[in-house]
Structures are given as structure tokens and as C-alpha cells.
């Protein structure tokens, strides 16, 4: 990712937008994704509406679970593939530390990688093919980082080429997904250390991986 200083989401946006990565490629990228059928979630675009499950993940999980929103390809003569699309969200509330009152949530943002659009779906009038889009989302540390609702939204847009004006800017409106208790054992482990060099290495890994909870994709390219 460009190393350009960043002081707005505008810019972080248009920096996403901008990048390629070693060998030119832009994002995101055409793909053939096999999702199973109950992680796909319907995008209601005319309503904005997300078919939200009332489940997305566990507490402290990592890209183990990936969802897939789907909604037609083409909306009000816009071919979202030439758009770019993230996955805005708040956390949990949670306490800003241990003796504060005051419940706080950390905003997140998921830059989706790929898009499927070797989906169709019949019109329910017509009958014709109506070409869609599968989005998927690896739900990742900052969003299962405390238990509770989370609250997120999918946003597609498209920046001019010098980033100073939204060429097309669209979201839907805010859905909500629970995050599951888990066992808090990372916390604990300490009480489990085996007395070995390699055993050692493996948890101070783990504790290390257990406060960095930035997303797997924007992991990659900060």
C-alpha cells in the first residue's frame, strides 16, 4: 500500500483505491469463490437492507469465519465490479479500560479483496438471468475483540483520479450481528506454559497476536 500520510478516511479510501501490488494488479480482483450456501447474506440493494444472521462469529476468532453478502451485479446502471468496496463497522461496546464507566466501540474497516460475479438469479416477474455479486468477509480480530452486537455496513464507491472527488458513493444501511462469548484462555496461559524454548516462542506469538487486531487483508498491506 502507498505510503502516503493519510488524515482522513478520504484519503485512506483513495489510497486503497490507488494500490497495486507487486506485479501490478489492482483490487479487487474477478475470482470464482465456492461459498457454502448458509454463509451467503442478501443485499436488498433497492431497500438498502442487509439480511443480517443474528450470529457472525466468536470472541477473539481471526478470519475464521468468512461471509459472503451477495446483491445484483448492476444497480441503477452502475456495474459495482468497477467500484471498490469495504466493510465498515463498529465493535462491541466495551470498557475503555478496567476502571473506566464509560463503554466505547473501535471503528474497523474491511477492504474486500475479491469479487465473485459467476452468480445469477432469476427475476421473479420475468424470469430472465439477473447477474450477481458475491463480496466476501473475513471477519477478523477487531470485530470479535470484545463479545456483544457489532454493528456494520457494506459501502461501494469510486474516487476521482486525483482522490478529491467521489465519483460514486453508495451503503447500505447499518445491520447487526452478535459476537459469541469464548473461553478467555489467552488470558490465562500463562498457568499453562510448558518450560521449553520452542513452547515459549509459541505463546509469546500468541499473546502478541492477541492485541493485534487489525484485519488480516489491511495487516498485509499497512
Wanted: proline letters at 4%; a negative charge.
Amino acid at each position: 500500500m502507498a505510503e502516503n500520510q493519510v488524515n482522513s478516511i478520504d484519503d485512506l479510501l483513495f489510497q486503497i483505491q490507488d494500490y497495486t501490488d507487486e506485479y501490478g494488479q489492482s483490487y479487487p480482483q474477478l475470482v470464482h469463490l465456492l461459498p457454502s450456501d448458509d454463509q451467503i447474506i442478501d443485499i436488498d440493494l433497492n431497500k438498502r437492507l442487509i439480511d443480517a444472521p443474528e450470529i457472525l462469529s466468536v470472541w477473539y476468532d481471526h478470519n475464521a469465519e468468512v461471509i459472503y453478502f451477495r446483491c445484483n451485479r448492476y444497480y441503477d446502471n452502475m456495474d459495482l465490479t468497477n467500484t471498490i468496496c469495504i466493510i465498515q463497522y463498529k465493535n462491541a461496546p466495551h470498557k475503555m479500560n478496567e476502571n473506566s464507566r464509560i463503554n466505547v466501540r473501535d471503528d474497523g474497516l474491511y477492504w474486500v479483496p475479491y469479487y465473485d460475479v459467476y452468480h445469477y438469479k432469476e427475476d421473479e416477474e420475468t424470469g430472465v438471468p439477473v447477474p450477481q455479486i458475491l463480496i466476501p468477509w473475513a471477519v477478523g480480530g477487531l470485530a470479535t475483540a470484545y463479545p456483544g452486537k457489532i454493528e456494520y455496513a457494506v459501502r461501494f464507491y469510486k474516487l476521482s483520479n486525483d482522490g478529491t472527488e467521489y465519483l460514486y458513493n453508495m451503503s447500505t444501511q447499518v445491520a447487526e450481528g452478535a459476537i459469541l462469548h469464548g473461553m478467555e484462555a489467552i488470558d490465562k496461559l500463562a498457568a499453562y506454559k510448558i518450560d521449553t524454548t520452542e513452547v515459549e516462542r509459541i505463546y509469546s506469538a500468541i499473546a502478541q497476536a492477541k492485541d493485534d487486531t487489525a484485519t488480516y487483508w489491511m495487516d498485509m498491506y499497512n
